[in-house]
């Protein structure tokens, strides 16, 4: 692993495209500005890990059998559909 | 809550015995970034869960649901740079979904912090990690019924 120390207020750049900036330390509290293309996704890792096991374990077959929901008794909302318009 | 949901189950009922449509994903599902390339399927048997298929490959499906019944009060805060990358312009032009996990006959789960949101004018969609995540569960239970 890369390890740089930076101060208050300087960044680094990675692949000359993702701007990652050191905007603030409070105690152990690090707050981090990121600039990235849009195609480029930025999560917090624990949240990030935690819905990838969450899709790793829904994962299933196409023709794998479904719970019975109970469906509520309160009529659907009614609306009329213009289509094409 | 979004109206709009309410009616394509209605148009599902009522019309197509299975309604498919291409679903783009560029960025892929967390843990399946590789996949870009899904079809989002509608048995009305097996309403109100859709299936989101890896397209050309059955064998790899998600489960999905609209949330809008079975968790009213559902409000999730999709980020800025999400709703610029999915090309929304407005809140009627997405449709979110939200993965199941089936754990059983007897218990499904279902991811609220992680929604796919698709645009339905272009199909593109994205997992989206909600701003407000911290106040939903990845497993939040669904009611089955007792009786299944």
Known sequence: ?85 | MNSANVIEIEELETTEPIACCDVRMPAGLLGFEHIKDFLLIAKPAEAPFRWLQVKNNPSLAFVVIEPLFFVPDYRPDIPDADVDFLGLTSPDDAAVYNIVTVHGPRRATVNLKGPVVINRNTGVAKQVVIANAVEYSVQHPLPVNEAA
């Open chain 1, 1 to 85: 692993m890369l390890i740089l120390s930076r101060k208050s207020g300087e960044s680094i750049v990675i692949d000359g495209r993702i701007h990652v900036k050191i905007v603030r330390v409070e105690g152990d509290v690090v707050k981090i500005g990121i600039e990235a293309p849009s195609d480029v996704p930025v999560h917090r890792r624990e949240v990030y890990e935690e819905i990838q096991r969450s899709n790793q374990a829904a994962l299933t077959r196409q023709n794998a059998a479904l719970p019975k929901l109970p469906l509520p008794q309160t009529e659907r909302p009614k609306r009329k559909i213009a289509k094409g318009s």
